[in-house]
């Protein structure tokens, strides 16, 4: 008998990715500008900035390479919508990506969005997230947006961590990693250091975090 699974494509559903930049002390808040978030009186806005050389630009090319959507946070869409539509070269691969697949938007308090196929997500966030990961298709990219990456690592929604960290330390602003997080196991599958001295990781869900004691393996060694 013919076997039927030849020719067959592989159904594929979508893996919720974050891209995110942090300070060595965790602080998340405006790297790419002054004005990006001044909220609770921040005043360090633009710290990434500075290392922006060609190892991270060829980085997050490399991000970008495997996207199929993206969700975006209130904040971040009116960022990203506020400027990527105005980058039209056809060569740029941030911008051709960002301006021509799905972005999916969290948000209460938006009534509509502006950007071509942006979509506002008004159901439970859990639910709606869920349903997305459904979805055929590689990533499901997140960039930034803190306070809805803190929300779904609470849930253990996302699947693979982006995290570079850069060598500053701030003492103040909002972290992405906060007190209700779940606990969770982490996968190292790739590092690099930049020129500019930026450490990146990229980290799988591993699941549950698993625990030993350091006396017991001395005893057990001797």
């Not at 997305?132 to 298709?137: A, S």
Request: proline share 5%; glycine share 12%.
């Amino acid at each position: 008998m013919p076997d039927g699974r030849k020719g067959r494509k592989e159904h594929h559903v979508m893996e919720l990715s974050l891209t995110q930049f942090v300070t060595l002390d965790g602080v998340c808040q405006a790297p790419g500008g002054p004005q990006e978030d001044t909220s609770g009186g921040f005043t360090h806005g633009g710290w990434s900035v500075p290392f922006g050389d060609e190892d991270f630009g060829a980085f997050v090319d490399s991000v970008f390479d495997r996207v199929d959507a993206f969700l975006l946070g209130r904040r971040t869409y009116e960022i990203f919508a506020g400027y990527w539509p105005k980058v039209t070269d056809p060569d740029n691969p941030v911008a051709t990506k960002l301006n021509s697949l799905p972005k999916y938007v969290a948000s209460r308090t938006m009534e509509r969005t502006d950007w071509a196929g942006a979509e506002l997500l008004r159901g439970d966030l859990v639910a709606e997230v869920t349903a997305l990961k459904q979805r055929p298709g590689r990533e499901l990219q997140m960039h930034g947006s803190g306070n809805l990456a803190r929300s779904l690592l609470a849930h253990g929604l996302i699947d693979t961590l982006y995290l570079l960290t850069f060598p500053v330390l701030l003492g103040t602003g909002k972290r992405l990693f906060s007190a209700d997080v779940q606990p969770t196991g982490l996968r190292l599958t790739d590092s690099r250091v930049t020129g500019s001295g930026i450490v990146i990781g990229t980290y799988r869900n591993a699941g549950a975090p698993r625990y030993g004691d350091y006396s017991e393996r001395a005893a057990s060694a001797q």
